[in-house]
């Protein structure tokens, strides 16, 4: 009876374990739609404006799939500081969406690159950083984040993976699972 009750409290504690965690945030999405920048692209440092932006149709999968054509929140901001990739000083919200009861987001917490280039009279901007992917009901992960501009065309394209990663919690509660698991059959061996 008393091997028992080590075997019901550990079930018990994985069951609730596993309710308090939620899955990790995966998968791609893209955006479409207009931006203004602070000038040119060889001298732009920052986006002023984004409107008409939309999910882009087909272009999502994990868990953004289901979300074509949904109307985006883009919040302007610097991306050029001095010739080099501006600092975030704190996460700040880039985009923002809600479709069928659920809250898409994306915090960028640091802008790791700023490439602007001219080739065959074309002129483009990469912008590659990462952050946290956040969706309602999954646990909050680490993305990045691929902003593309390219000629003459106001148009913008999205693109963050979120590579779900364990958190630390979720290791230790593990390792702690398998040390009782252990100390339980080493008592009931005695």
């Known amino acids: ?3 028992t009750s080590y075997l019901v409290a550990a079930s018990s504690a994985l069951v609730a374990a596993s309710q308090m965690y939620a899955a990790a945030v995966s998968g791609d999405i893209s955006f479409a739609g207009s931006t203004a920048l602070d000038a040119n692209i060889p001298l732009a440092t920052a986006f002023t404006s984004f409107s008409g932006v939309t999910v882009g149709l087909g272009t999502q999968d994990g868990t953004y799939t289901g979300t074509d054509g949904a109307s985006v929140t ?4 610097t991306f050029e500081s001095g010739g080099l990739p501006a600092t975030v000083g704190s996460p700040f919200t880039l985009w923002t969406f809600t479709t069928g009861g659920t809250t898409y987001d994306f915090k960028v917490s640091s802008i790791d690159t700023v490439n602007k280039s001219t080739s065959a009279g074309v002129t483009s901007l990469l912008i590659a950083g990462s952050g946290t992917a956040q969706v309602t009901g999954f646990t909050d992960t680490a993305a990045t984040l691929t902003i ?3 000629g003459k065309k106001a148009t913008v394209t999205f693109s963050s993976y979120a590579a779900p990663v364990p958190e630390p919690s979720s290791w230790a509660l593990v390792s702690g699972l398998g040390l009782a698991g252990f100390a339980f059959y080493r008592r009931a061996r005695k």
């Open 1 to 3: 009876m008393k091997n």
């Open 74 to 77: 883009f919040n302007p901001f």
């Open 148 to 150: 593309q501009l390219s």
